[in-house]
């Protein structure tokens, strides 16, 4: 099994759907863990951390769920700008970060 | 605000031309990486260091040298160009030691081998 799996997509949805992205991961030591987005021909940015409690930075939802082993991303009413490339990262402590190859979204009007 | 500053943006070589791709950061963080991203592969880690004097092996190496001899600057060496390092490269550099996922990336260097 992969280290860190996220389906590549593309999904595309109308703007204002609400869309959620998933990521398995199979080390059961990772300790903490991201989402990043990556624009078309950029530099990915870290979009948000995710918390065991699940967290909310406006229209986005992460979650976390230790026993089955995935986090996920919900976006609600979708923007045109949200069109990118979302990557689940892991942190296991002093190793590198892992990163998934990400999901891209395509946000159509 | 530089943040992390990679030269150059763009680059061609011939096959089995060297090459050193520029990283540097003002931020003062002791973990300095270098990614490559190819299509379809996502971000793959070929060198990384935890601060000056220390260098470490990545998932894909081969091809690859590194120095750390400073906190800021962290370059990457191709001593023997090939086409299958035509590739966008990131370094990237984060608080050594921190659970926060926040690593900065540079704007990425856009080689072509031919």
């Known amino acids: 099994r992969k280290e860190v799996e996220q389906d590549p997509g593309p999904f595309n949805v109308p703007e204002g759907a609400t869309v959620a992205f998933n990521c398995t991961y199979s080390?059961?030591?990772?300790?903490?863990f991201f989402w990043y987005r990556q624009d078309c021909r950029k530099e990915p940015k870290l979009l948000m951390s995710v918390y065991s409690s699940g967290n909310e930075d406006g229209r986005f939802t992460a979650q976390l769920n230790r026993a089955s082993q995935y986090i996920s991303l919900l976006i609600r009413d979708s923007k045109l700008s949200d069109s990118a490339t979302y990557l689940c990262?892991?942190?296991?402590?002093?190793?590198?970060?892992?990163f998934g190859k990400g999901t891209r979204l395509s946000v159509i009007a | 605000n530089a943040g992390v500053t990679q030269t150059p943006k763009f680059q061609v070589l011939k096959t089995g031309q060297s090459m050193t791709l520029q990283c540097a950061q003002d931020m003062n963080h002791e973990y300095m990486s270098w990614y490559r991203q190819d299509p379809g592969m996502g971000l793959r880690l070929i060198h990384y260091s935890v601060g000056a004097g220390i260098t470490d092996q990545g998932e894909v190496p081969n091809g690859y040298n590194v120095s750390r001899s400073t906190t800021e600057d962290f370059p990457l060496r191709l001593l023997s160009a090939a086409p299958s390092q035509t590739s966008v490269y990131f370094c990237?550099?984060?608080?050594?030691?921190?659970?926060?996922?926040?690593?900065?990336f540079g704007e990425g260097s856009r080689l072509t081998v031919l």
């Open positions: 990262v892991l942190n296991s402590g002093n190793t590198p970060l892992v």
């Open positions: 080390n059961s030591a990772s300790q903490s």
């Open positions: 990237a550099s984060k608080n050594q030691g921190s659970y926060t996922g926040e690593l900065f």
